[in-house]
């Protein structure tokens, strides 16, 4: 590719994504958290195991995946969206779709969508944190 980014920027680009879809998922998980009257103790617990079952089953291994997937990459440059492969961009399409659908037609009450939102926006944003990270301690190393 005559015009692209190298395996740094690719890291750092999928950093960037996952922290910004993790805070816009958050103002939402915010913002219907705050009109809802539940147990307050009760949705942190619960956005807990949310946050748990995502990172621990779902985002971690994505990361693992994707971190040595551009690390192994043997161009010096790269299509700037090749941070993801074809699968991830049609489960995250997927994904968000499901979410404006059922945020849309009221689908699912308030009390479910802020402690899912929530414990899934940490997830995200942790997974993010992770890519800038391996960015950051590889940095001198995926320069060559």
Not at 33 to 46: P, R
Request: aromatic share 16%.
């Amino acid at each position: 590719m005559k015009y692209g980014v190298n395996r740094q920027i690719l890291l750092i680009t999928a950093g960037a994504v996952w922290i910004i879809a993790g805070a816009n998922i958050l103002r939402i998980g915010i913002m219907t958290w705050l009109n809802t009257s539940q147990d307050w103790m009760f949705k942190i617990g619960e956005a807990t195991v949310v946050f748990l079952l995502f990172f621990v089953l779902v985002f971690r291994r994505l990361y693992y995946k994707h971190t040595q997937r551009i690390e192994q990459k043997k161009e010096r440059r790269n299509c700037p969206f090749s941070f993801f492969d074809v699968k991830s961009w049609i489960t995250m399409i997927f994904m968000i779709s499901l979410g404006i659908t059922i945020r849309s037609f009221h689908l699912l009450p308030d009390t479910f969508i802020s402690v899912f939102y929530t414990g899934l926006s940490i997830a995200l944003i942790l997974t993010g944190v992770l890519f800038i990270r391996y960015w950051w301690i590889r940095r001198k190393t995926l320069a060559r």
